[in-house]
């Protein structure tokens, strides 16, 4: 069976992992991954090929593998939650995705184990790292996490945008209907005092007249609240309703969340790896700073032209030696 990391059976399974052992502990090694080496893509994007690498280890790092539980909710949407393994180096706080990637599909694909001669990974019992490097590293893993579910959180924004779009919308059409119907009701206002302005002049008793003034006396102060509203109304308009803009924005901001449900501490080594390269029938071979899982850990330039390779400054094999795009 197939676990996905994202299923919610998978979330309890590391809750309860992490209850019981909060740091695991492993040591990666070049001989655990089957001499199974990254390429940068300087190679896997050129027309080079491969014919064999070797790696040589110089001494060992520390990485730290956090498993985080983001969570993300706005008031217009359920919480969405997402489970990301994120491993950063604990002295550098660099992300090591592909040491992720190593430790990932190691638990969650058991049919599809890492080193065909491996029932287990190896344990650096002696591994120490202090509790503020490991805070550290674990602030580190968490907002390297949620870079990881950018898209996804970009699309939880959109949507919450696309909802305060909408009610501020419909905010703003109710305002000016509400505009329209007090201009209305002081016109007819208006008419009314009109009329009893007349009524208090032809009044041909004193019952009357006192029936009258009073009635214009209500309708007057009724006729200047609804021009004060009006007024107010009018202003906000004159803003763009900004108040009330702003807080239907802030009431539909997203909230992120992030939890560290569990974590592997994680030796691993660093050197240089050796490759040996050919095209067009030339054969010759390039060095590069290199860690297990990690891959080509430093920039790397053209031994011709000192150019940095890159994607699309490729390898290249040329008459004269290693090449690049740029030089050859």
Known sequence: MVLSPESEF??????????????G??????????????????????????????????????AICVFVKIGVETVSEYQTQFLEAVTVD???????????EILVEGF????????????GYDVDESLEVSSEKLANAVSAGQKA????????????????????????????????????????EINQLSERLQDLTTDVDGAESQQQRVEALEKRRELKNEKEDLETELEDL???????????????????AIEITTKPVASTLITYERGEIELSVSQDGRTDTVRAPYAIGAGVTDEVTCKSCQAPLSEANYLSVTPDGIGCRSCR
Do not use: C
């Open 90 to 100: 604990v002295e550098s706080e660099q992300p090591l995705p592909g040491i992720s």
């Open 145 to 184: 996490a949620v870079e990881a579910v950018r898209d996804e959180i970009v699309e939880v924004r959109q949507s919450a945008s696309r909802s305060a779009d909408s009610e501020f919308e419909e905010y703003r059409q109710l305002q000016e209907q509400r505009i329209n119907e007090l201009r209305n």
């Open 234 to 252: 009018l202003q906000e308009k004159t803003s763009g309703f900004a108040q009330e803009r702003q807080k239907i924005y802030e009431r539909h």
């Open 25 to 62: 502990q492993l040591a990666l090694t070049n001989h655990l991954i089957d001499d199974s080496h990254r390429y940068p893509s300087w190679v896997t994007e050129s027309e080079v090929s491969v014919e064999d690498s070797s790696f040589s280890p110089y001494y060992d790092r520390t």
């Open 10 to 23: 998978a979330q309890q399974l590391l809750d309860e992992a992490a209850e019981m052992a909060p740091i």
């Open 108 to 119: 969650f694909a058991p049919g599809e184990p890492l080193s065909s001669d491996t029932t």
